[in-house]
């Protein structure tokens, strides 16, 4: 009786709608009203106390549970039966276009027998969508009844926090790949030798490429925000015995063990949170950090460039340049459209804009939004080459900047640094990468300085690797850097002859030589004079003659310079020998090995 008394005036408050829905012919909308009334009607019927005289009558406790299981049954198949509709339309339009083609019943029947299964499947997958009320329901159910997300890809956190969890994201254009943040933030995917090498050998190279070409390279890594927030993490990820993550693994190894110039964007952003608690700095759903969280990020990375490059004359950045603009009533729509969560009930997110004061370093900056630095799409311009030939890139301009140009190499949490930049570069670039190095950009435009980040998520990834061109500059420039870590120094006379029946072959011995630190890189000089030009091949063996490593190098007329680079594993001798075919006569000059650590033994 209460559940019909409830129902009647819930479809008595949408009447006009019921009335406007049978009129247009919608009844899968109908039956979604109706049944959401009823669903709504029975709970509230179920909570309501018995009058004092039904409650002793034993006769209706059956009744009552009949009415709960009819609840259950109700809840379980509500959804399937409000969507009657769209099934008998789907099942009729399936049939229809099996069958449209065929000449006799038999066909028809048989065709439908082996395909209706798999067209049918197809079908819904591409058309069918629940109405919104059940994926909301669904969501709010398991976020706030059971404290399960709905979507593998987010963890849900404390407070209205919530973190990214795993599955596919995507990684740039056209590149989408899976990514397992809670082992990593449980330390169950640490990184091996072998990677820690590739990462120091990728940015080493990116840094003397660059350097050939007169332009420096800053490295920044971003943690994501269970690094900044892991207090509003679950209780179940908060495990004070997990092992190393990834990121501090990469943070300490960049910072010890590579020569570059590094940023690790943990700290400061620790201390700023610290500092105060409000705002934060990161958006509690979305996983990107906010506009304040970002300045700090830029702040960051302009200290760094002061320290490291004094002659840009570069200012530091100040809060109190900018007014903070704060919207505290408002929800990350795209976010809880991916969670299920209906925006109306969680705006309890705060949106903040920065906007520059006049007088400021900001007044003289072509592109800064009227409105402040927020969420807008950065404006392009084309960048020429000296052939001739044009690129489309973003790019914000501000004559009065002290560095002539910045580019800005990243993800979308550098993205949205891109506006700050504008009070140091006069051109900022910036180019959204992270499994490749856009060398052609190069070719359009020649920066003081590039900037790359990269979010703790991709570096989940296998480690990055470079174009071809980059190990010349980088075996060259590692070598010419390390005079002071000499191994050891062969002539001439020190090489060891002999001959096939159309190639010399030299070969030079290694031996005592310490085995390789984990984080070390050994480059060696091959002085080689050719008699004509050709090709020459190296190869390295242990002492249990295993060859670890080869490579073909070309070979002019006259002296050659050589740089090779040592494998990891304990190399005994090197073998120089023309590629056969080649015409390659050659006599080496000299030998030199060296090291990027100290070496204590020294020949």
């Known amino acids: 009786m209460y559940a019909i008394l409830v129902a009647l005036f819930f479809l008595a408050c949408i009447h006009q709608k019921l009335t406007a829905d049978i009129d247009a012919g919608k009844w899968q909308n109908v039956l979604t009203r109706v049944g959401l009334s009823g669903i709504i009607s029975f709970f509230l019927a179920w909570r309501l ?42 099942v009729k339009e399936v049939v229809h276009n099996i069958v449209k083609d065929q000449n006799s ?48 890809n987010v963890a849900v956190g404390k407070t209205g926090f919530y973190f990214e969890g795993f599955g596919a994201n995507r990684v740039e254009k056209g590149i989408v790949e899976n990514f397992d943040n809670i082992a990593d933030y449980m330390g169950q995917i640490p990184f091996s030798a072998g990677e820690l090498r590739q990462w120091k050998k990728a940015l080493e190279e990116r840094k ?50 590579v020569d570059v110039h590094f940023i690790n964007m943990l700290p400061p952003l620790l201390s700023a949170k610290k500092e105060k608690n409000y705002p934060l700095l990161f958006y509690k759903t979305d996983f990107h950090w906010n506009f304040y969280g970002a300045f700090v990020a830029y702040q960051t990375i302009i200290d760094k460039l002061r320290e490291k490059f004094p002659q840009f004359n570069l200012v530091h950045p100040d809060i109190s340049e900018f007014e903070l603009l704060i919207d505290e009533h408002w929800a990350h729509r795209r976010f809880m459209n991916m969670v299920g969560l209906p925006e ?36 392009k311009r084309s960048i020429v080459g000296i052939d001739g030939k044009a690129m489309d890139i973003s790019l914000i301009l501000n004559p009065k900047a002290p560095i002539r140009s910045i580019l800005l190499l990243g993800d979308s949490f550098l993205e949205k640094c891109v506006y700050f930049f504008s009070a140091d570069g006069q051109r900022v670039l910036n180019y959204r990468t992270i499994v490749n190095f856009p060398e052609e950009i190069l070719q359009y435009e020649k920066p003081d300085i590039v900037i790359q980040e990269i979010l703790n998520m991709f570096i989940l990834r296998p480690p990055p690797q470079n174009p071809l061109g980059f190990s010349t500059a980088y075996l060259k420039g590692k070598f010419l850097d390390n005079a002071e870590h000499k191994i050891c120094t062969r002539s001439s006379n020190d090489f060891f002859s002999r001959r ?14 310490p085995d390789m630190a984990v984080a070390e890189v050994r480059i060696a000089k091959v002085a080689l004079r050719a008699v004509q030009a050709g090709k020459l091949e190296v190869q390295m063996y242990s002492s249990d003659n295993i060859l670890y490593k080869k490579s073909q190098h070309d070979l002019v007329t006259g002296l ?44």
């Open 208 to 257: 003397y490429w660059l350097k050939e070409q007169g332009v420096e390279y800053v490295f920044v890594l971003v943690p994501t925000k269970a690094f900044v927030y892991p207090e509003k993490l679950p209780n179940n990820l908060q495990n004070r015995n997990k092992g190393e993550t990834r990121y501090d693994q990469l943070s300490r190894f960049l910072d010890t063990s």
């Open 49 to 90: 106390e018995f009058p004092a005289q039904l409650s002793l009558n034993k006769s209706l406790k059956p009744l009552l549970g009949f009415g709960i299981s009819t609840l259950f049954l109700v809840v379980i198949f509500f959804p399937l039966v409000s969507q009657t509709s769209f099934l008998a339309k789907s």
């Open 105 to 152: 019943k038999f066909e028809n029947f048989s065709i439908l027998l082996k395909k209706f299964p798999q067209t049918y499947s197809e079908y819904t997958t591409k058309k069918f969508v629940l109405p919104k009320s059940f994926i909301h329901l669904n969501a709010l159910v398991k976020v706030y009844g059971l404290g399960l997300s709905p979507n593998n």
């Open 344 to 379: 109306s009930l969680h705006k309890n997110e705060h949106y903040i804009k920065m906007l520059p004061k006049v007088g400021g370093r900001y007044d003289e900056a072509h592109d800064i939004p009227s409105a402040g630095i927020f969420d807008v799409i950065l404006p």
């Open 560 to 603: 050659n310079d050589l740089y090779v680079e040592l494998p990891a594993e304990p190399i005994a001798r090197i073998v120089f020998s023309g590629v056969e075919g080649s015409g390659s006569l050659f006599i080496p000059v000299v030998f030199e090995l060296r090291s990027d650590h100290a070496i204590e033994t020294t020949q």
């Open 500 to 513: 096939n029946s159309k190639n010399s072959i030299f070969e030079i011995q290694l031996p005592n030589i």
